[in-house]
């Protein structure tokens, strides 16, 4: 069973990090394949955090081999600083991978997200601010720098300059900023280079030799289904494609070597940033998701919006990503109401919508239709078996995976590595 995909099922923060981690040294590689250091996924380790933003989560598992694959954009100083702050902490980490294909988040690109957000005002995306979308952009206009560039140092002087002969432009007259140097640029990137080279490897014929050898190869989502820029509630997405069909473009690994696509969703909704949320609380309900589920965001520290799950959304994630399995995380959270209501549909101007609406405009008048549950009172921190969850939590469960079509195979009902219900073993 080699290739398994993890896959965000909502808007992100659902627990990716802690599903892949979970897995443990059962994972021979861990691959990242879109996004950059706009995630951030948090493990716990006995008593202790950590928050990865650009490093796969594999990488606390010192048995697991950790790639990036082409389809990541890098913020250099990033990566350096993740693996230092590692170092700083005594984890001893296997030496991560990183593709020649990659794409390379420089500080212009950086400066031009926040100036571009700024600009926009009102109609911002809520963006991290990590330069990931002028980065993507750059990549699609074929105007990219790659991590290969930085071992050729005329290829990467004149890409550099030509970006910033245009760019400059931009910065100056529209945005009202200073220029930035080329050479300071230039200059930064080359200090990466001889520290970067001992990681750099041609990742799509690494992953397929592994697959080859029967090696269990883990792609690790970032972001989610609803923020992949082809899929998700566009313009308010992230400028790649976190569903499970990026995990083959964004690392070379064709479409049959997938054995498994797994979809996380939390066992209720967040979202940070603006854009659509049908379930949205503004009271104190979904106060008290976010108290109780710590729901501040681990990249930026902004509140997370939340509200009730909404399998309208999970069932068009398990549609596009074909997910094999769910894991349903953070359900201890839910514990104490008395009443949960699902959204099992919307209400568009009193057309009743079963599935996802086909357009943006529908989506902004979508009201929740929702169906109730009752609660449990338990904290089922201390479950392992599913068995042991109070009956009522049992009904929510699988009123969830009749809603959303597709069998829910762990559950998560802490943030510890250990509190985790396996009711099908991911790897088998
Ligand atoms: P990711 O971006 O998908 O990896 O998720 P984040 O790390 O941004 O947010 C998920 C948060 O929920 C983290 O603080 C995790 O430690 C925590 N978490 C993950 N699974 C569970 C769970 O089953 N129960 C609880 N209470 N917390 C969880
Ligand atoms: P993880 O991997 C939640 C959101 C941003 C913004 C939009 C675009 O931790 O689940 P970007 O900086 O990517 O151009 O921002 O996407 N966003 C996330 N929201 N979790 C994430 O990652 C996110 N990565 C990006 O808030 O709305
Ligand atoms: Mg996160």
């Given at each position: ?25 059962r994972?021979?590689?861990c691959?990242?394949?879109?996004g950059g250091n706009n995630a ?21 598992n010192p ?19 993740e693996?230092?702050?590692l170092a ?14 990659a794409h ?5 690109h ?9 600009f926009?005002?009102?109609?911002k ?5 990590r ?9 699609v206009?074929?105007v ?19 970006n910033?002969?245009?760019?400059n432009?931009v910065?100056?007259?529209l ?9 300071q640029i ?26 080859d ?15 992949d820029?082809?899929?998700?509630t ?17 690392t070379?690994?064709?479409p ?7 979809g996380?969703?939390?066992a ?12 949205e609380l ?5 106060e008290?998701?976010r ?6 965001g ?5 509140k ?19 997910f ?6 953070k ?27 086909m ?8 009201k929740?239709?929702?169906e109730y ?5 338990e ?6 078996t ?27 009902v ?7 219900i396996?009711?099908n073993?991911?790897?088998s």
């Amino acid at each position: 069973m080699p290739g398994i995909v993890v896959v965000g099922a909502q808007w992100g923060d659902e627990g990716k990090g802690k599903a892949t981690d979970n897995l443990g040294d059962r994972v021979d590689y861990c691959v990242r394949y879109s996004g950059g250091n706009n995630a951030g996924h948090t493990i716990k380790v006995g008593g202790d955090t950590f928050i990865l933003h650009l490093l796969p989560s594999g990488i606390l598992n010192p048995g697991t081999t950790t790639v990036l694959g082409n389809g990541v954009v890098i913020d250099l100083d990033v990566f350096r600083q993740e693996l230092n702050a590692l170092a700083e902490r005594g984890v001893t980490v296997p030496h991560p991978l990183v593709s020649a294909n990659a794409h390379i988040i420089t500080p212009f690109h950086t400066t031009l997200d926040k100036v571009t957000e700024r600009f926009l005002g009102k109609r911002k995306i809520g963006t991290t601010g990590r330069g990931v979308g002028p980065a993507y952009a750059d990549k699609v206009n074929r105007v990219g720098i790659r991590v290969q560039d930085l071992f050729d140092e005329s290829i990467l002087r004149q890409k550099v300059e030509a970006n910033l002969d245009f760019k400059n432009q931009v910065l100056v007259k529209l945005y009202n900023r200073r220029e930035i140097d080329p050479i300071q640029i230039t200059e930064l990137l080359l200090s990466h280079a001889e520290s970067l080279r001992p990681h750099v490897v041609d990742s799509a014929r690494l992953l397929n030799a592994a697959l080859d050898e029967g090696k269990v190869v883990l792609f690790e989502g970032a972001q989610a289904s609803h923020l992949d820029v082809d899929h998700g509630t566009y313009p308010y997405v992230t400028s790649s494609n976190p569903g499970a069909a990026g995990a083959c473009t964004g690392t070379g690994v064709g479409p049959t070597r997938i054995d498994r696509v797994v979809g996380i969703a939390k066992a209720y909704t967040t979202r940070v940033g603006e854009g659509p949320f049908p379930t949205e609380l503004f009271d104190e309900d979904g106060e008290a998701l976010r108290e109780k589920g710590h729901e501040y965001g681990a990249t930026t520290g902004r509140k997370r919006r939340c509200g009730w799950f909404d399998a309208v959304v999970v069932e068009h994630a398990v549609m596009v990503n074909a997910f094999t399995d769910v894991f349903l995380t953070k359900l201890d959270i839910l514990s104490g109401w008395k009443k949960i209501p699902v959204c099992v549909a919307y209400d568009v101007n009193g057309v009743r919508h079963d599935t996802m609406p086909m357009t943006q405009s529908e989506l902004h008048h979508a009201k929740p239709i929702y169906e109730y549950v009752d609660g449990w009172d338990e904290d089922i921190s201390a479950a392992r078996t599913f068995d042991e969850l109070p009956e009522n939590c049992k009904k929510y469960v699988a009123f969830l995976e009749q809603r959303v079509g597709c069998r829910i195979s762990g559950i998560g009902v802490g943030p510890g590595r250990d509190q985790t219900i396996v009711i099908n073993d991911l790897l088998s």
